[in-house]
């Protein structure tokens, strides 16, 4: 079942993401546009984890009220929304860590400035 969801999201993406791999004139520019993707992916992941420790909440408070099964479940589901939001977290920090120790002080691509062109006139 798991494949017949994921194949046409990667269809999907890579019909996407094709024309913006054939506009890229460099492979600095194709990374760049990973390193978009990624930092969006990012977010959106962590976001995730904050919503689903929410819903583990709402599930744990309203169980409490109601069934023990709920309630229990609600307290896994945040359970395993801190465990992601904290690994992720981690990692992030860890990227840190290391461009701090390489003094790596910036992550945006060196792209030279096009030519610029004075439309006021002489």
Do not use: C, E
Not at 33 to 45: D, E, S, V
């Amino acid at each position: 079942m798991a494949t017949h969801l994921m194949s046409p999201s990667v269809l999907a993406f890579l019909a996407i993401s094709f024309p913006a791999l054939a506009s890229s004139a460099t492979l600095v520019d194709t990374l760049a546009f990973f390193n978009t993707f990624l930092n969006a992916t990012i977010g959106l992941l962590i976001t995730l984890a904050i919503v689903a420790f929410f819903w583990g909440l709402i599930q744990y408070i309203f169980g409490v009220h109601g069934s023990t099964d709920a309630a229990s479940k609600g307290v896994q589901i945040m359970f395993w929304g801190v465990i992601a939001i904290f690994v992720m977290v981690s990692v992030w920090g860890i990227i840190r860590l290391l461009q701090t120790t390489f003094k790596v002080t910036s992550t945006d691509p060196i792209v030279p400035k096009g030519i610029q062109i004075n439309t006021r006139g002489f």
